[in-house]
Structure formats: C-alpha cells, structure tokens
C-alpha cells in the first residue's frame, strides 16, 4: 500500500505531464526467455520514462543461453553490466536462481506456472482504485478466479496477495484438470478466508464482487488436452447480468483467447 502512495505521485509522469529523473545513469538488464509484450515493454517504459536506460535480450537464441551458459553464470555477467535485473523465463523456481546468484535487485516478471508478483500488485492497485471509486473495501469482498488455475501464474500470485486481507471470499472455477494447487487453497484457507473450488462458471460467479479470468496456458499443457473447457466457459455478458451485481469488476491479466 506504501508503494501504491508512490504509483498514485507518479501517474502524471507516465502520462508525460512531470518529468522525473530520478533513474538517470542506471541501466535495466530485460532477460525474456518467454514471450511478453506488456511485462517487457512496461519495465523497459518506466525505467526509460525515469532518465535510466534498457539492455535487453529476448528469448534464447539470442543469448549464451543458446551456447548452454547457465543461470548462474549469466546472471553474474549481466550484473557486471546493469543496476538490476528484471527476468521472464518457463521454469518455474528459476528467476530466484538469478536472484541467488547475483547481488543486484531481481524482478520476477513471471517464471513459468509459478508466480507473476509484479502483475499482482498491479492488479491490487486496480481493484483498490476501482473499489475506492465504488466505496468497497478489499476486506470481505468475494472474488472470483476463473479458467487456468493451475498453470496461470498471475492468479497465483494475487491469490496470495489478496489472502493478506481479512475475511475474503474465493469462488475458483476451472475445469477440472486445471484446478488451483491444493498447496495454494490450504495457505490461503489456514489465513482464514473461505475458499470454494466449482467447475460451473454460473455457479462460481453468483453474486461476486470482482470476476478475475484467465487464458488458458496453452505453452503449458505438453500434450495434455483440457476437458470441460468449453465455450460455455467464456465470460459473458448475459452470465454476467443474470448472476453478478452492477457494480461488478471484471478483471483480466490479458492477453486474452
Ligand atoms: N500475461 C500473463 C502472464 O504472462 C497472463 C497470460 O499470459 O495469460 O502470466
Ligand atoms: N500481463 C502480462 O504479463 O502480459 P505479457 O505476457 O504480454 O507481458
């Protein structure tokens, strides 16, 4: 909540009406080993947009990654070279592998199912201001997390953030073998939040204050074939009038399918 005080001071110098050079002379090392388009440009945008400048390398054909250099080494090399790190890569546990191996800030832009932690606050930071505008409070409120449960990264990361608060109300739907990780429900439950696992979206939907969807992570499944996702799944409008309440807020990481 300190850092979404510094957010609100710096909307007008992302949208150009301040100017800040608070970041002159430091250099963004930008590891995507995945594809982005928002975390990448985003990150890349602030640090510029601050005086400070970007170096960065996509996928892994275009780095030593391709020649079989490891985690570690590369990490220690770009440190040598940037003032911090902000790192997207499909392993799950491997952006705290950097982080291990250097020194310098790392910033997870999201390791493979595991977490998105920046996407996480940033969602947070929308849905304050949309309930502030609407007179709600995080405390109590009823969200619901639909679609890739399982491989979808960014709702585990607000999943977790979002239990910091009292008294929440999770409906997670997903189809059945995309489910949230058990370890993940029984964190967010012992936090005292009551937290209620559904296939049906029309059940999982009623009455929720905050609709969170995701796109199924298709980079993901190596094969597997998804049952019960169906078109029916998708967020509709109608489903949204019959079951949710006006002042309902619909979210998504994007990009969407
Ligand atoms: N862009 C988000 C992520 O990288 C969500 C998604 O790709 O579905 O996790
Ligand atoms: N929301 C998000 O992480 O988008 P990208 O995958 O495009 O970076």
Excluded: W
Excluded at 2 to 31: N, T
Excluded at 75 to 98: N, T, W
Aim: proline share 5%; aromatic share 8%; glycine share 8%.
């Amino acid at each position: 909540e300190d850092l979404f005080q510094v957010a609100d001071l710096m909307q007008p110098i992302a949208r150009r009406q301040k100017v800040s050079r608070v970041l002159v002379g430091a250099v963004l090392g930008s590891l995507f080993f995945e594809a982005s388009t928002r975390t990448r440009v985003s990150f890349g945008a602030a640090f510029c947009r601050l005086g400070g400048s970007v170096c960065d390398t996509t996928g892994f054909t275009f780095s030593s990654m391709a020649k079989g250099e490891s985690i570690y080494d590369t990490s220690r090399v770009m440190s040598g070279y940037v003032d911090a790190l902000v790192v997207r890569h499909p392993e799950q546990g491997s952006v705290a592998e950097f982080a291990r191996a250097t020194h310098i800030p790392v910033i997870n832009a999201g390791d493979g199912p595991g977490e998105h932690p920046s996407q996480a606050i940033l969602d947070l930071y929308t849905l304050q201001r949309e309930f502030s505008r609407l007179g709600k409070l995080v405390d109590g409120t009823h969200v619901a997390m639909v679609g890739d449960l399982k491989y979808g990264r960014t709702v585990h990361s607000l999943f977790r953030l979002l239990a910091l608060y009292r008294g929440l109300k999770f409906t997670l739907v997903a189809p059945p073998s995309l489910e949230m990780p058990s370890h993940l429900i029984e964190l967010v439950a012992r936090n005292g939040h009551v937290v209620e696992v559904t296939p049906s979206l029309e059940n999982g939907l009623r009455g929720a204050d905050v609709v969170y969807a995701t796109r199924i992570q298709t980079e993901r499944l190596a094969g597997e074939t998804v049952e019960g996702y169906t078109p029916e799944f998708q967020i509709r409008k109608a489903l949204v009038d019959a079951v949710c309440k006006p002042d309902t807020v619909l979210m998504h990481p994007l990009p969407r399918d």
